[in-house]
């Protein structure tokens, strides 16, 4: 395999990122010397813009990220959005008729240029505070129309399946949901993923022959690393990913999972 056309998509929370939402130096230590050896490393993350720039600088952004859950891809180097995929027009109304029936969400609208929060709970305080991001407090029904990629509830993990149940009782179209974490659930355009952005990613200028590498721990990494050449999760990952992926390390998230999947490709291309 020759490493100038393997391209890593990474997912950042619970895979690059440890607990506590920062980069161990052996993870970032890898990272360069892949891509010194000529490989590219980038990112699969339902991050939005705003809630990557912290890291931005740290990590670099040489190649395109796939930011949003799918939803958008976005290039730092031309800053522009080289795919983009927003909900359907009547979003609004939907999350309207959601927090009607489970008022105690927290909530947040995620559009191209801002973040914003309708129901600032605890559980939604915990998601700003991890995302380190300056939010746009509003009224859900006073929220511009127009280019929402996501939106994003979060209550107490025993009440995410509650809410699942409402949602399934609603049957909702244009639409789909998906945990990414314990206590978050996302409302994303219907059949948009990592995974699609991924096949999306495969048509862009240069990319139809490389080696798409792809690792995440959480279900919605899920569609990812099933659309990846080789699928790869780290130790922390849920069950469900684990049974998807080519490749379980033995690393988590808190003890540079990326780093071994790097060692990994690098003995794999022989350099």
């Known amino acids: 395999m020759d490493i100038t056309k393997v391209i890593i998509f990474s997912d950042m929370d ?4 440890t607990h506590d939402k920062k980069i161990n130096e052996k993870d970032l230590s890898a990272i360069r010397k892949f891509r010194n050896l000529g490989g590219k490393f980038t990112f699969a993350t339902g991050r939005t813009l705003q809630s990557f720039e912290q890291y931005r600088e ?5 190649f395109p990220l796939i930011m949003y859950n799918g939803a958008m891809i976005h290039d730092y180097k031309s800053g522009e959005n080289l795919c983009m995929k927003p909900l359907p ?3 609004k109304q939907m999350a309207l008729d959601i927090m009607s029936l489970m008022p105690e969400c927290g909530g947040e609208v995620l559009t191209s240029r801002n973040t914003y929060v309708f129901s600032n709970t605890k559980y939604q305080q915990i998601h700003t505070r991890l995302c380190a991001i300056t939010p746009v407090y509003e009224n859900l029904a006073d929220i511009p129309d127009g280019e929402w990629l996501k939106v994003l509830f979060s209550l107490a993990p025993d009440r995410v399946p ?3 149940e409402i949602i399934d009782g609603l049957n909702l179209s244009g639409v789909e949901f998906v945990r990414s974490a314990e206590i978050l659930l996302e409302m994303l355009p219907k059949g948009i993923s990592k995974g699609t952005a991924l096949d999306d990613y495969r048509k862009l200028d240069g990319m139809s022959d490389y080696t798409f590498i792809a690792i995440g721990d959480f279900d919605n990494d899920i569609e990812m690393i099933t659309s990846a050449d080789i699928g790869v999760c780290p130790a922390n990952a849920e069950e469900s990913v684990k049974n998807i992926s080519d490749i379980v390390l033995t690393r988590d998230c808190n003890s540079d999972a990326v780093a071994e999947l790097i060692e990994y490709m690098i003995k794999k291309c022989k350099c």
Not at 14 to 17: C, P
Not at 58 to 62: N, R, S, Y
């Open 162 to 164: 509650v809410l699942e």
């Open 58 to 62: 740290k990590l670099g952004t040489d």
């Open 14 to 17: 619970g895979t690059l990122l």
């Open 89 to 91: 027009d009547n979003a």
